[in-house]
């Protein structure tokens, strides 16, 4: 098939276009060889015609989608330049990868923006992988280099190139930043934090702010990293390259000059910077050119604290750095000198002395101010053995100030790298090999071209032709391996513009020339340039328009320098005289800074180590403007020195490109792409690879692809054989394939060849596939439909029939309900007529009947008005009888009442002042009684005057009524009245009644109103009390709440606390085992010295201080100790301090009540003294305790009334809440609340005077051991004191060990136990017999012996851990060994506060505090170093186990993407013939760890903690890994690491341990190869996933989905759209997930050792196997 035969109908193609460089098209047609033109139609609707005049016309083909945002460009089938700005541009616009691979060269695109991408956990992803499967980094170049480097034993060079703003700093400094984390540094001075530490201080002095860049390098960076043997920094040297001095006295607009000075500015309040005379950088020349003396989101006054801290990790002291501050703020003050011009012609120029500025930059500098003010503006001549003095013009005068400036800046900037190589170099070792970051400026080209940017060029064309060799000598390499015909691949060598520069008469030896004449110009240079090069070079033109300027045809670009400028540049001219000066000057570091340099310039320091200053001085006798060597002459020298050791290492590149000019986050221009892209080699190294064979399969990779495309039975032994005959017949022309040993090779656009055939293949066995199955679906429907219509046939016919039923049975009851409705219609009107009729008659005798009636009325009416006439009558004639006798009654009754007054006045006056004295008396009791009975007896009052009412009301009625009677009777007897007393009584009689009315209705309303009152009372109690209740219960449940959060809190708080403390556990277990190996070294050293021999007298055994001594050390038990220390028993000539009575000691016993017969027993004058003193303190002691137990059990007696009273007396309340009852409720439970905090502290209290109980307890044992010893003071001093023996009888079941067998107890128990024996122990058996013999000594009152054996026995384990530090029997062991003592310890002390020992257990009466702590550090060591081993052994197996395997073999034989097999230089090639990692390697080394652990039957507990932490390093490194590899993002493949995880799953469900939070580690990586396999197309399927990912974060789910990749035709891409769904739908949710891409690797969960009680431990209990040899103890 020809390549022509590839242009069909919808094939993509690109055309050229203005503004998009270059833009898609599909074909719509088929090509055909008549044709003129081709027919497209392109990606934004437009149809175009392109015009074919011959094949070479025809447009560059597209890859096929599914080699879109491929990882590598040279892995594209077709490879040209649309392809490659493409790939680009999709992996950095759609996917967010800033980083792509071209071959050996990783191009990284500066998003502006801050990506999570370069954290620990990405470091500790791409340590140690084969970064040919992982995702491109900036870190895969550096892992890349480093393993070279360790495997190669070879020097490494990584070369960073790119435009000014595309990220070359920040990736040079995460590439150290790498190096730092993956070589820790070997010395105690840590080395790989000063080299992140001068990255600080080089960006201060070395970068400014550009029109493109924020943070510009303005100088060339080479770093040395040096290592050691293991791989650990041990050094680092720096050298530097043409650093922009110019730009240290002018700046363009909108550019700045070098950070430092405005970090300076920042910085002028502070106390320090007050000398320094700083202002605003608004006012100094130097910084206000520019116009922006700020950066956007940049403080320069924390990077200037940021600089002085590194200065400091770097060891300069502060003092130098005011001394380096006062010599930039000095730079500054000089730019603000004023130079007046004087003279005819202004050809002569001064300097005020009084100048401001000037007097503050000589007193900066410490120099004579009026020898720099002439020296400023008057140079030295030397005329004829004559030296003469002549003034210079303002402007010369100027430019010599400005040159000064430029000159002590660089020589600052080369004394401060100086000082940075001495601070990094390596102090005792030498650097194994080494890794050089090239930090380098790139291909530059501006409207105006100069020195700088010809200088800059040049180094890129250097860089750029050995860029060239490397790549050619690579794919020359590759070629010879694979053992195929080599044939000359062209590719463009850039050596004659290298010649045209640096060779002889080049650019630079013209420029040089030209300097060392004396009238040398630039305009005499560019004529010599014409002469020279103009028809004789094809890289060398010259403008038309323009005898000043020069073309330069580079590799990248053509470039137009204009010369002016160039020789000035060049020769960096400094007159000698100011220099003389600062020579002299009383600052130490100035005068350092323009020390006389040799005559061979400042290279003839070693180029490695220091970098080369970029300008020199006059020397004696050549007291001149010009330098003896040209600023050009010496980049020349350097750059040379450069790339011989770039030669000498093995290089790796990297290419940063700037996506827009405009600093924008991922905005893409393509045009500064391709114009980067052709700058920096990477369209050349697509060229090289073009020209060759770019596409390259493994025989076995291209069987497993295109093994459908194979004609008969395929031999796997013989997969070359075959793939030669299936080439043969596919591809008809040889030329466009070739084989090799290993590998099949393909040249461009053949891999898309076979593509377009193996889909043809499957689109024809699909075809196949659809017609069987499409037949099977069409017989299949025919025998559905067929029993469906015999189906339908029968429930119609059953239909009909059921339908012929329910009409005749709706016919008959359509009779019967017609027969009926007629029956009711007219018994309907029948009973109608009858209501009527009844009507009627009701109607007519009611009429008759009210017209009797009111008849009747009328009579009855006429008699009532008689009645009460003559009633009224008779009511009349009564009252005034009645009123006349009242009066005659009233008068006699006042005369009696006045007689009565008399007598009562006198007797008033006897008692009249006893009342007065009285009256307060009964007013306060007639208060206080009615206060009482007021509240208790309202109610009652209310009810007993309604029942007195109701009484008086009843008989006032019955008076009334008797009364009444009587009165008619009297009536009756008497003559009748007139019809007007009648009448008169009858309105007397009903007024009256109306009244008693008028008044019953009254009492009635008011009582009515009272039981209202009180109904609504007893309402409103019994809603408060509801109420209160409530708010009763809801306080404690809040109270519940907030204990409950405060548990969480602090159980939290425990576990980070923990879990602290375990790491720095860990940290001092790395420490000590460091101070082992020092302390060996240094024993080494000693004995490789010799011992020289000292006076026998004066001899002392040096023994260097363990880190433990302090902790080990443990304190007597009793006081003798200190007598013994200060007094020796045994020397006869130290005699017996006498003793002398202490009348203070026996005052304060008196006053403590502590008797003195006790004390008066014992003879021994120091004992008795100290015994007296300790019970006085237990005196103290006691009474002090017992009052504050009192005390604080009376507060809390009274702390518990008073929270429980409010809850009695309180009434709650019902109803709605008063103001005042809510203060009130408020204030009540506010109460409780600190009443219950009060009780809580109680409670705490409580429990610390326990503990001190406990104290005391101790010290009464004290005190009985004091009185045993007591008993034999009479005993000589030399005389043997038998301990006591307490409950000999009852004690049983102990070891005894003798003193001198302690040492052999602890070597044959731990020290020198073998693995084999140690196996087949009972488990904790060691731990055991320590505790049977510790408890012994113990109970034989030897409590020190029993303290130093624990100690002896903690660093025995110690040492046994360390001897097998790989063993997991061993450590598992020990693990066990040391928790079981820890415990029997624990259950035996007696000196915890609130434990005591059950009846049937010894007690320990020792203090064994301090080893307790130790065994329980030595838990947490043992734990951590069984972790340690498990996983340094499933480190290497995770990845291929996990995600690599291929457990399913149907899946494993699926063919993957049409990737070629281009591993890249660094990556290890995993070995053929070793045995491959599957899950079942895995599953044996958790198992072997399972088994080791539960032959030591340790707790399930630990058991499940240790397999959290082992599951929690496999989810996450392999979840990581994932992230970091597109290969794996597929569907197949997430079905192979959805099996292998299920693996996981059943054996830890099988061993037990599901339960321990070992399943939830595994979460993350289970819902991450779920997402791999859902469908993601609608949004239906992006709700479900958001809903069911909850352990990913967003921008985990998002990656995935970014990542996935299909790997065959029937899988679809994801697209943007759907993406941007999920991201929506992920804005919504609470993400509570932690925003990093990748999980933590290095987490460490806290271990919490089970507290499990053992039962009695007794001798005869154990078995002891003789192969211990500790046969010497005895059961006791």
Not at 959 to 986: C, I, M, N, V, W
Request: proline share 4%; with cysteine; aromatic share 6%.
């Amino acid at each position: 098939m020809a390549a022509t035969d590839l242009y069909t109908k919808g094939t993509c193609v690109w055309l050229p276009d203005p503004d998009e460089v270059w833009i898609s098209g599909q074909l719509l047609q088929d090509l055909k060889l008549e044709d003129r033109y081709l027919l497209l139609q392109l990606s934004d609707g437009r149809e175009a015609r392109h015009p074919v005049a011959s094949p070479s016309d025809l447009p560059p083909l597209g890859n096929p989608e599914i080699l879109q945002g491929e990882n590598d460009l040279t892995c594209l089938s077709f490879l040209h330049e649309p392809a490659v700005l493409h790939n680009l541009r999709v992996r950095f616009l759609d996917y967010n990868d800033i980083y792509t691979y071209c071959g050996i060269v990783l191009v990284a695109i500066n998003p502006y923006e801050q990506l999570p991408i370069y954290g620990e956990e990405v470091i500790d992803a791409y340590s140690g992988q084969d970064i040919a499967d992982m995702e491109p980094h900036i870190f895969s170049v550096a892992e890349e280099a480093y393993r070279a480097m360790i495997r190669e034993k070879k020097n490494q060079s990584i070369i960073i190139s790119g435009e000014s703003g595309s990220g070359k700093t920040v990736s040079a400094k995460f590439t150290m930043r790498y190096f730092a984390v993956v070589g820790g540094a070997a010395q105690q001075t840590s080395v790989e934090e000063k080299v992140l530490a001068s990255n600080p201080i080089m960006e201060a002095f070395g970068n400014a702010k550009t029109t493109r860049n924020d943070n510009s390098s303005r100088f060339g960076k080479y770093t040395e990293i040096g290592f050691g043997n293991h791989g650990d920094i041990i050094g680092a040297n720096m050298r530097t390259y043409l650093l922009e001095k110019s730009r240290v006295v002018f700046q363009a607009q909108e550019e700045r000059n070098y950070h430092i000075f405005y970090q300076l500015c920042a910085a002028r309040d502070l106390p320090e910077m007050k000398a320094l005379k700083l202002e605003a950088a608004e006012c100094f020349r130097y910084t206000n050119q520019g116009g922006s003396t700020q950066i956007p989101g940049t403080d320069d006054l924390a990077d200037l604290e940021r600089v002085r801290n590194t200065l400091v990790v770097l060891g300069i002291r502060s003092d130098q750095q005011m001394e380096l501050f006062r010599i930039l703020s000095a730079i500054l003050h000089l730019g603000n000198i004023s130079i007046q011009a004087s003279g005819r012609g202004a050809d002569r120029s001064y300097i005020n002395a009084e100048d401001p500025s000037l007097l503050v930059f000589c007193k900066l500098l410490g120099v004579e101010r009026a020898q720099m003010a002439h020296w400023l503006c008057n140079r030295r001549l030397a005329v004829g053995g004559e030296m003469l003095m002549k003034p210079m013009s303002g402007q010369q005068a100027a430019d010599a100030r400005d040159s000064l400036a430029k000159h002590v800046y660089g020589q600052l900037f080369s004394w401060t790298v100086s000082r940075l190589n001495v601070a990094l170099r390596a102090k005792k070792e030498k650097p194994d090999s080494f890794i050089g970051v090239l930090d380098i400026y790139g291909f530059e080209t501006f409207a105006w071209n100069s020195f700088e940017q010809f200088c800059i060029n040049y180094a890129n064309e250097k860089l750029q032709q050995q860029f060239n060799l490397h790549v050619f000598q690579l794919e020359q390499e590759e070629y010879e391996k694979e053992g195929l015909p080599w044939s000359r691949i062209e590719f463009s060598d850039n050596q004659p513009c290298i010649t045209l520069i640096e060779g002889p008469l080049g650019l630079l030896d013209l420029l040089d020339e030209e300097c060392r004449i004396p009238k040398g110009s630039d305009e005499n240079w560019a004529q010599k340039l014409y002469d020279q090069h103009q028809n004789h070079s094809p890289h060398f033109g010259k403008p038309r328009l323009s005898n000043s300027a020069f073309i330069i045809f580079h590799f990248a670009d053509m470039v137009r320098y204009e010369c002016d400028g160039f020789l000035e540049k060049n020769r960096d001219t400094i007159f000698e005289e100011p220099i003389n000066i600062l020579r002299a000057s009383q600052s130490e570091l100035v005068a350092e800074l323009f020390l006389k340099e040799p005559a061979g310039g400042a290279l003839s320091s070693s180029a490695l180590k220091a970098s080369i200053p970029n300008g020199s001085l006059h020397s004696e006798k050549r007291a001149h403007r010009e330098h003896k060597q040209t600023v050009g002459f010496q980049f020349r020298q350097s750059l040379q020195l450069l790339m011989v050791t770039l030669n000498s290492t093995n290089p790796h590149y990297v290419r940063c490109i700037k996506p827009n000019d405009l600093k924008e986050p991922f905005a893409f221009d393509p045009k500064r792409a391709v114009q980067q892209l052709r700058a920096c080699g990477v369209l050349e190294t697509i060229r090289i690879s073009a020209a060759g064979f770019p596409s390259r399969w493994t025989y076995l990779e291209f069987f497993s692809r295109y093994r459908l495309l194979f004609h008969g039975t395929v031999d796997q032994e013989e997969l070359r054989a075959s793939c030669q005959q299936a080439l043969a017949a596919l591809i008809p022309d040889p030329d466009q394939y070739c084989f090799g040993k290993t590998k099949v090779f393909f040249r461009t656009g053949q891999v898309a060849l076979l593509e377009r055939l193996r889909a043809e293949r499957l689109r024809e066995a699909g075809v196949t596939i659809q017609s069987r199955v499409r037949g099977w679906l069409a017989r299949r429907h025919y025998q559905r439909t067929r029993w469906a219509s015999l189906t339908l046939q029968r429930y119609a016919r059953g239909g009909l029939a059921r339908r012929l039923a329910r009409t005749l049975r709706r016919s008959h009851a359509a009779l019967v309900i017609q027969k009926t409705f007629r029956m009711v219609a007219v018994r309907r009107l029948y009973l109608l007529i009858r209501e009527a009729t009844i009507t009627i008659q009701a109607f007519i005798r009611g009429t008759l009947a009210r017209r009797h009636y009111w008849m009747l009325v009328a009579l009855r009416a006429s008699v009532v008005l008689q009645a009460g006439v003559r009633g009224w009558l008779a009511r009349r004639a009564y009252r005034r009888t009645l009123a006349a006798v009242l009066l005659l009654q009233c008068c006699v009754r006042r005369r009696a009442a006045r007689r009565e007054l008399l007598k009562l006045r006198a007797e008033a006056r006897s008692v009249e002042r006893y009342r007065e004295l009285n009256k307060g008396m009964e007013v306060k009791l007639m208060q206080l009684q009615l206060r009482a009975d007021q509240q208790a007896r309202e109610t009652a009052v209310l009810r007993d005057a309604l029942h007195a009412e109701r009484e008086s009301h009843s008989l006032e009625q019955a008076r009334l009524q008797r009364g009444l009677l009587k009165l008619e009777a009297q009536l009756r007897e008497q003559p009748p009245k007139s019809l007007a007393e009648s009448l008169r009584d009858e309105e007397e009689r009903r007024r009256a009644e109306e009244r008693r009315a008028q008044e019953v209705s009254r009492l009635t309303q008011e009582v009515q109103s009272l039981q209202a009152e009180k109904q609504a009372l007893e309402d409103k109690q019994a809603a408060l009390c509801s109420r209160l209740l409530d708010q009763e219960a809801l306080q404690d449940d809040r109270v519940a709440r907030c204990v409950a959060e405060a548990s969480e809190g602090l159980r939290g708080e425990l576990e980070e606390e923990r879990g602290r403390y375990q790491g720095l556990l860990k940290e001092f277990t790395r420490l000590e085992q460091r101070y082992e190996n020092l302390r060996e070294m240094s024993a080494l050293a000693e004995r490789s010295r010799g011992c020289q021999r000292s006076d026998s007298s004066q001899s002392l055994v040096v023994e260097l201080p363990s880190p433990l001594s302090s902790s080990l050390s443990c304190s007597p038990t009793f006081p003798v100790a200190e007598f013994e220390q200060r007094v020796s028993v045994t020397s006869p000539s130290c005699e017996r301090r006498p003793w002398s009575h202490d009348p203070s000691l026996d005052t304060l016993m008196g006053t403590v009540e502590v008797p003195k017969d006790a004390a008066e027993r014992i003879q021994g004058e120091d004992l008795k003294l100290a015994y007296d003193a300790v019970r006085v303190a237990n005196k103290f002691l006691e009474a002090q305790l017992i009052s504050q137990r009192s005390q604080w059990q009376e507060e809390l007696s009274a702390l518990r009334q008073r929270r429980e009273g409010p809850r009695q007396t309180l009434v709650p309340p019902v109803g709605p809440f008063p103001t005042e009852l809510q203060d009130f409720i408020s204030a009540v439970l506010s109460e409780n609340a600190e009443l219950a905090e009060q009780v809580d502290a109680g409670q705490r209290e409580c429990r610390r005077l326990g503990r001190e109980l406990g104290h005391l307890r101790h010290i009464s044992t004290l005190r009985k051991a004091l009185m045993t010893t007591a008993s034999a003071a009479d005993l000589p001093f030399g005389q043997e004191v038998h301990p006591p023996r307490w409950r000999e009888q009852e004690v049983m079941g102990l070891l005894e060990c003798r003193k001198r067998d302690e040492g052999k107890l602890i070597r044959n128990l731990i020290t020198d136990l073998r693995v084999d024996c140690a196996l087949s122990l009972p488990p904790g058996l060691p731990a055991s017999v320590l505790f049977l013999c510790l408890q012994q000594a113990d109970y034989a009152g030897d409590q020190a012996r029993a303290s130093s054996l624990c100690t002896a026995a903690i660093n025995a384990m110690k040492g046994a851990l360390k001897k097998h530090s790989a063993d997991v029997d061993m450590t598992a062991l020990w693990l066990k060994n040391s928790c079981l003592l820890g415990d029997l310890i624990c259950q035996h002390c007696t000196h915890h506060a609130g434990r005591s020992v059950p009846g049937d257990k010894l007690p320990l009466t020792c203090t064994l505090s301090e080893q307790q702590r130790l065994l329980s550090d030595l838990s947490i060591q043992t734990y951590q170093q069984l972790l340690s081993i498990t996983e340094a052994r499933l480190q290497p197996m995770i990845v291929p186990a996990i995600l690599e395997s291929e457990m399913i073999p149907s899946l494993a034989a699926s063919g993957g993407k049409p990737v070629g097999s281009r591993k890249r230089a660094g990556s290890d090639s995993k070995s053929g013939t070793a045995e491959p990692i599957t899950m079942a390697t895995v599953l044996r080394e958790l198992g072997a760890l399972y088994a080791a652990l539960s032959r030591q039957a340790l707790p399930p507990t630990l058991l499940e903690q240790t397999f959290r932490q082992l599951l929690h390093l496999l989810a996450a490194t392999a979840f990581n890994n994932l992230l970091l590899r597109k290969d794996m993002c597929c569907w197949s493949r997430g079905m192979q690491i959805r099996y292998n995880v299920s693996l996981l799953e059943e054996w830890l469900r099988s061993k037990g341990l599901q339960t321990g939070g070992a399943m939830a580690s595994l979460e993350p990586l289970i819902q991450a190869v779920q997402l791999l396999q859902v469908s993601k197309r609608s949004d239906a399927d992006a709700q479900a996933l958001v809903q069911t990912c909850t352990a990913l974060s967003s921008q985990q789910i998002v990656k995935i989905l970014m990542l996935y990749t299909p790997h065959s035709d029937i899988e679809e891409r994801v697209t943007l759209n759907f993406i941007r769904t999920v991201q929506g739908l992920l804005k919504e949710r609470l993400d509570s997930q932690p925003r990093q891409l990748l999980l933590d690797v290095r987490r460490v969960f806290p271990v919490t050792f089970p507290h499990s009680p053992s039962p009695l431990l007794r001798a005869d209990q154990l078995t002891i196997p003789d192969s211990l040899k500790i046969s010497f103890l005895r059961r006791v």
